[in-house]
């Protein structure tokens, strides 16, 4: 769609008069406003004797629309008009928008300008059709070893990154964005602590990834709304490159947060809680936001890129039950676990491999890699079943043959699992070293195995593929 295309069906979309009412109560965090019949999602301004506070419309009575503001409520007092500004969520787009930090309306908060050639795009556009989506057969490389290795993406993929606070989530993102092989990176931070938005700008994505980037923030301190504007900002930022025919990194920290604020939005506008407060609609919310990611086959109006989708999951008390993070997992088509365990050992990135899943690891991979990778979860779920002994020196060497080449290699495992948060993870160095290990595993497997007896099929796959 052109530009003057996408102007036209914004002017065809707005109301012929302007529409305005009066305030007639605030309750909570919500306005009560007489005489207003604008449709949800509509944006409205207050004109109050201190300025213009904008909001959205969230719900309705029969009487009466339920108004969110953008802002606080300072300043507004009965009687105050309420003037409706847009019918139809856009946020405006364009190429000028990389290397930007744009706040939930598109508004630029790095203090460089105005970002120029903004065209509409849609905040909430109808589903992609399934059948209109590619089926995904190409990695996309992060530049993180122990996700390109034992979890690898797909172009067009939704993976989650799921860990409690303090172990490694904005970091690990951070370091996707900027080692990534995907054309854009597009990353919502939601509900984020003000002070972690520049650090995380500034010391995680650093020049070279921001120069190749788009930033939304909302952070914790501003309206629910802002939050839940933003995530959607951003997927309507990464869809306006994919259809482009880019391949986009959409990454968000996080969903829990969004799924907050949806709850606030929720529970403000009147809708009865359900679990563990969280409403109905906030679940709703949440697969309409997530399968926005993934990629699509070329049309006219539009190029046939993709967007992969890395989000991070809050996990409340390191909890994977609690309803957000289960709903998310359901949701997506992969998780990445962070252990604080690994965290606490200096293992970074802290990425638990036998509790993480890629569901199309096996679909993007040759099978070479596929078959090292078996091999080391192997290894690895071995050793973790003997650590303990290990460590008090009760395990007897030669005990089992399996188990031995566990503990001998453990520390080549993990050097190729490890990785600073400002190397990066050439994919084809890594693949050589894991498969390069995992034969020589294999062979020592061999020779200590007992006579007559074979090594479990996963040790003898590796080398039968290469």
């Known amino acids: 769609m052109s530009l003057l295309e996408a102007q036209i069906d914004v002017v065809r979309r707005e109301p012929a008069i302007r529409v305005s009412g009066r305030v007639a109560s605030l309750r909570g965090l919500t306005l009560l406003v007489d005489d207003l019949p604008m449709p949800v999602g509509s944006l409205v301004c207050v004109r109050t004797d201190s300025g213009v506070l904008p909001g959205e419309v969230v719900g309705f009575t029969r009487e009466q629309s339920i108004i969110m503001l953008l802002t606080g409520c300072t300043g507004v007092r009965p009687g105050d008009r309420v003037v409706g500004e847009q019918v139809s969520q856009t946020i405006g787009v364009s190429e000028h928008m990389l290397g930007r930090i744009v706040d939930g309306l598109g508004r630029p908060i790095d203090g460089k300008g105005l970002v120029a050639d903004l065209a509409p795009q849609p905040l909430d556009p109808d589903p992609v059709a399934p059948m209109r989506r590619r089926p995904i057969r190409e ?9 390109d290795l034992m979890a690898t993406l797909g172009r067009g993929q939704r993976m989650g990154v799921f860990a409690g606070p303090g172990v490694g989530k904005s970091t690990l993102l951070g370091q996707v964005a900027r080692f990534t092989s995907a054309d854009v990176s597009v990353i919502a931070l939601i509900g984020e602590r003000g002070r972690e938005v520049r650090d995380f700008v500034e010391n995680a994505l650093g020049p070279d990834g921001l120069a190749r980037s788009v930033v939304v923030v909302a952070t914790g301190d501003e309206s629910p709304v802002m939050r839940v504007r933003a995530a959607k900002a951003a997927c309507a930022a990464a869809e306006f490159f994919r259809d ?3 391949d986009v990194m959409l990454m968000m920290d996080s969903v829990t947060r969004f799924a907050h604020a949806c709850r606030q939005v929720g529970l403000s506008a009147g809708e009865p809680p359900a679990t563990r407060g969280y409403t109905p609609s906030v679940f709703a919310a949440l697969a ?4 926005r ?3 699509v086959e070329a049309e006219p109006t539009s190029s046939g890129g ?12 390191d909890d994977l039950t609690e309803p957000v993070s289960d709903a998310v997992r359901g949701i997506l088509d992969g998780h990445i676990i962070l252990s604080r365990r690994l965290a606490q050992r200096g293992h970074y990135p802290a990425v638990d491999v036998l509790d993480s899943v890629s569901r199309v690891a096996d679909e993007v991979c040759d099978g070479v890699l596929v078959a090292a ?15 303990e002994l290990v460590q008090i020196g009760a395990y007897a060497s030669g005990s089992d043959p ?3 080449v566990a503990i001998a290699r453990r520390k080549e495992i993990d050097e190729i699992l490890c990785q600073s948060s400002t190397e990066c993870g050439t994919f084809e160095k890594a693949r050589e070293r894991l498969v390069g290990l995992m034969v020589r595993a294999g062979e020592d ?13 996963a040790h003898t796959a590796v080398g039968m593929s290469r």
Do not use: F, H
């Open 244 to 246: 482009r025919g880019r």
């Open 139 to 147: 990695p996309i490389c992060t530049g993180v070893r122990v996700v």
């Open 293 to 295: 990611a993934g990629a």
């Open 402 to 404: 399996e188990a031995d």
């Open 373 to 387: 990778r078996r091999q080391a979860l192997r290894l690895i779920a071995r050793y973790r079943e003997v650590e």
């Open 288 to 291: 309409r936001l997530l399968e």
């Open 445 to 457: 497997l061999r020779k200590a195995m007992p006579a007559g007896r074979n090594p479990p099929a």
């Open 306 to 317: 993709s967007i992969t989708g890395l989000y991070a999951v809050l996990v409340e008390g």
